[in-house]
């Protein structure tokens, strides 16, 4: 009997996996050359046509502030710098700058006591502003203003509000306070009692200033239930 006996295998090394590996990536590309050359033409397009459109990007976002820079050495209020205005906004409208212009054409309005004109540049604003939440946020708090300014009392105080509820507001605290007092005007004072109190409940140190406010609205308001009962 043979007293031989067969040792174990060893394992491959890493080094010998790698090679195995390798081969059979250029084993695939071997017979797969055609499909790799179209992958290959199709992620150099896209990378071309981002690095376009970044480029195209830039130079309508520079034009756009060229532009607007012109227009405030203007007369401001005047008819030929609402003019042109309105037509960086029609070119412009989803730079930074065509926005800004949207914000600049609205208050003008606003000094005009033209609140539906006013009213109609802030929204479209508000619509082409989500990815600028700063300009969002400061459309809704326009429009609201416009709105009072009509006469229509409850609609700012929802705006407000749409404004208070963005995540991206950081003076969430204000918008609900300005929708309190919206809704006082419009003599729902159950609302405005509610927002009030909500206030002062989630109101921090920062915002000491409004609490305060609030608390005396609420005075004010008990005390003015007492009166009319």
Known sequence: MSTYERLPRGKNKPTDEFKDSTMRVFEWLRDNWQTSVEVLAVILVAVSVIAG?????????????????LVLMVDAGSENQINQLAEIIDGYSRTPS????????????????????????????TGRSRNRPLFMIAALHKLAR?????????????????????????????????????????????????????????AKDSDGSIRDLSEERLIWLALNKKITE
């Open 53 to 69: 459109a970044s480029v195209y990007w830039n130079h309508r976002s520079e034009t756009a502030a060229e532009k607007l820079y």
């Open 146 to 202: 416009a709105e009072l300014k009509e006469g229509k009392f409850a609609l700012a105080a929802e705006t407000y509000l749409k404004a208070a509820s963005d995540p991206h507001n950081l003076i969430s605290i204000d918008s609900r306070f300005r929708a309190a007092a919206a809704y006082e005007q419009a003599n729902d004072l159950e609302k405005a009692e509610g927002l009030y109190n909500q206030i002062v409940k989630e």
């Open 98 to 125: 065509g926005q800004q212009a949207m914000l600049k054409l609205g208050d003008i309005y606003l000094d005009k006591n033209e609140f539906d004109k006013a009213s109609e540049v802030f929204k479209k604003l």
